[in-house]
């Protein structure tokens, strides 16, 4: 893993970028997080990748994001900025340009926002041919009066509203994992659809133990919630979607209350990993929902995990200790600006405050493994 920008650097970057008196660089950093503030503390939290691409640029997602709020920027508009970093750069086979394809190997992409001070959404699913579909689920939100367009139609609207339509979002790395996977898949043809489906997850998973896909990746999506001093929370998700799923296959990332879910009075939530165990209980919406009333974020994302954890009952979901051989990230943010990452098993996630972005350890639910 790269190593994040330590906090001198990023305030170095920032201030080229000419935002030096939006962050206290006069504060020693020790004092920094005991400081006790009488408005909520800005705070950008996101999934790991956050902190880890930065598409050629200086800032990754969570850094641009905050340092744009830092400036005054809205919040939604700051994050956006973010994850497009992520979205456009091609080396995350996540999100965006370059995620990971379906199984026809047509890359199809879902995003959501939530803008909390207006209580304003929009999301697209199976989106084609747009690199930054969160700039798509803003333009929903601000210029219809629906929360999620997919498909076909999703591409008509992106098009009739500005956005260029490209004919592939492939790049070569991604293409070529996906030919390697139709490779491992093909001979077996001729399988019914039930086992194809699952001979195909299989061999992806293979790939992934081999070290051909990230294992962050195999699933994998940025998500990215903020808050500014005034206390205004939004949030952002954005996915390629599962590696190979079926064409039309919809995740938890562009549905509200499962990738997503920002109340502007008591907190933002997102999620990454598997996105089914997420949408059965739309997990984002309890996560905020036990954050009003009056849970910590870390509290409410573990009671989460455990929601998750008590519905996986399917034999072929569970690993050798009968718990779930699958991962689910939350990234938990509260209008006061305290935050949590909470996991099924161990993963990270990133933040950005005052003392710059940095990378962290989840706290997990369960020890060891999802497969183990
Ligand atoms: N949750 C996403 C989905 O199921 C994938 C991921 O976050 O890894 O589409």
């Not at 939350?330 to 098993?345: M, Q, R």
Request: with cysteine.
């Amino acid at each position: 893993m790269p190593h994040p920008l330590d906090r001198r650097t990023f305030l170095q970057t920032s201030a080229a970028a000419g935002v030096a008196t939006a962050l206290p660089s006069t504060l020693p950093q020790s004092q920094a997080p005991s400081v006790k503030r009488s408005g909520p503390r800005p705070m950008v939290i996101s999934s790991a990748n956050g902190n880890r691409f930065k598409n050629g640029g200086r800032l990754t997602c969570v850094a641009q994001a905050f340092t744009l709020m830092e400036q005054g920027s809205d919040v939604l508009d700051a994050l956006i900025q973010g994850v497009n970093i992520v979205e456009l750069d091609p080396e995350d086979d996540s999100v965006g340009y370059g995620g990971l394809p379906n199984a026809e190997g047509v890359v199809q992409l879902d995003s959501c926002c939530m803008h909390g001070p207006t209580r304003r959404a929009g999301g697209v699913a199976c989106l084609e041919g747009v690199r930054t579909p969160s700039k798509v689920a803003k333009a929903v939100m601000e210029q219809t009066d629906h929360h999620l367009l997919v498909g076909h139609d999703a591409q008509t609207f992106a098009r009739q509203v500005g956005f260029p339509i490209e004919a592939d979002l492939n790049t070569e790395h991604s293409r070529k994992l996906w030919l390697e996977w139709k490779r491992r898949t093909d001979a077996n043809h001729w399988l019914d659809p039930k086992q194809q489906s699952q001979l195909g997850f299989e061999a992806g998973l293979h790939m992934v133990r081999e070290g051909l896909i990230d294992p962050e990746h195999y699933y994998g999506t940025i998500n990215c919630n903020g808050v500014n001093k005034e206390g205004e929370l939004c949030g952002v998700t954005t996915t390629s979607g599962l590696a190979w799923k079926i064409p039309g296959r919809v995740g938890d990332s562009p549905i509200l209350g499962a990738g997503l879910y920002v109340d502007g009075q008591a907190g933002a939530a997102g999620s990454t990993g598997r996105g089914e165990a997420n949408l059965y209980g739309l997990c984002s919406f309890l996560i905020v929902e036990m954050m009003r009333r009056g849970m910590k974020p870390k509290d409410a994302g573990m009671e989460a995990l455990r929601r998750i954890q008590a519905n996986t009952v399917r034999k072929s979901l569970l690993n050798s200790r009968g718990l779930p051989n699958f991962n689910v990230n939350f990234y938990i943010l509260n209008a006061h600006g305290d935050h949590a990452g909470v996991s099924l098993y161990t993963s990270s996630f990133a933040v950005c405050d005052a003392n710059g972005p940095r990378t962290e350890p989840t706290e997990a639910l369960f020890p060891g493994k999802p497969s183990e």
